[in-house]
Each structure stands twice: as structure tokens, then as C-alpha cells.
Nanobody, 132 residues
Framework: VQLVESGGGLVQAGGSLRLSCTAS????????IGWFRQAPGKEREGVSC????????YSSDSVKGRFTISSDNAKNMVYLQMNSLKPEDTAVYYC??????????????????????????WGKGILVTVSS
């Protein structure tokens, strides 16, 4: 299984970026895909998650209303559209996948999904820097 993030970079505060996560080596519809981030000196934070088989999503309060997660199942890709970016959004962003038994649509809302401890596969991460 391989997860590859793309689309990161440097953006000014108030700007937008779209991150992409390309998955391979798995049956895409059987997984929930999450985005996580880790800023220097801080703990990993679950940002958003999507159950690819039914499109149900979860987003943390810190990004709700600004970030939108979506998936293109035909391409095995998940996107994170990030708008109204703030300097505190600066972090390395990771996508990760977790197998959803019986396609349980609440997988994204499980505590071990939100904190990342239950994820099965991880990408290498990509840096997003928001300048003030």
C-alpha cells in the first residue's frame, strides 16, 4: 500500500491550497482516508476524514468551515481543499488510510481514527507553510 501526498507549499495568510492524496495497492472503497498534520513541537492533529464508500466526513473544529475533504473513487484520490489559511495551519500534512470493517460509516468519528493511532497506512507527508 502506498499513499502519496502532493500540493503543499508556501502560501500567504488568507490564501488557499489543495492537497491531494493518491492511494495505491488497496481496495479504495474499503478504506476511510484521513488528513493529519503536525507542526514543529506540537502533537499530531487529526484534521479531516472521509469514508470513501459513502462520502461521510469528519472535520476538526479548528478547520471546520475552512477545509473541505473530498474523494474521487475512480482515481483513488482524496483531496483537502484548504481556504482562508492561517499561519497556525503551518505543518507537515499526512494522509493515512484505515480499513473500514463492514464499511462502517462512523469510522471517521472513532477516537483512534481522529487521533491517528488506529490508522493502518501513512504517507510520508508534505509541508504546508502559511506566511503572515
Amino acid at each position: 500500500v502506498q499513499l502519496v501526498e502532493s500540493g503543499g507549499g508556501l502560501v500567504q495568510a488568507g490564501g488557499s491550497l489543495r492537497l491531494s492524496c493518491t492511494a495505491s495497492g488497496l481496495t479504495f472503497d474499503d478504506y476511510a482516508i484521513g488528513w493529519f498534520r503536525q507542526a514543529p513541537g506540537k502533537e499530531r492533529e487529526g484534521v479531516s476524514c472521509i469514508s470513501t464508500f459513502d462520502g461521510s466526513t469528519y472535520s476538526s473544529d479548528s478547520v471546520k468551515g475552512r477545509f473541505t475533504i473530498s474523494s474521487d473513487n475512480a482515481k483513488n484520490m482524496v483531496y483537502l481543499q484548504m481556504n482562508s489559511l492561517k499561519p497556525e495551519d503551518t505543518a507537515v500534512y499526512y494522509c493515512a488510510a484505515v480499513l473500514t470493517p463492514f464499511r462502517y460509516s462512523r469510522t471517521c468519528h472513532r477516537a483512534d481514527t481522529i487521533d491517528g493511532s488506529g490508522m493502518d497506512y501513512w504517507g510520508k507527508g508534505i509541508l504546508v507553510t502559511v506566511s503572515s
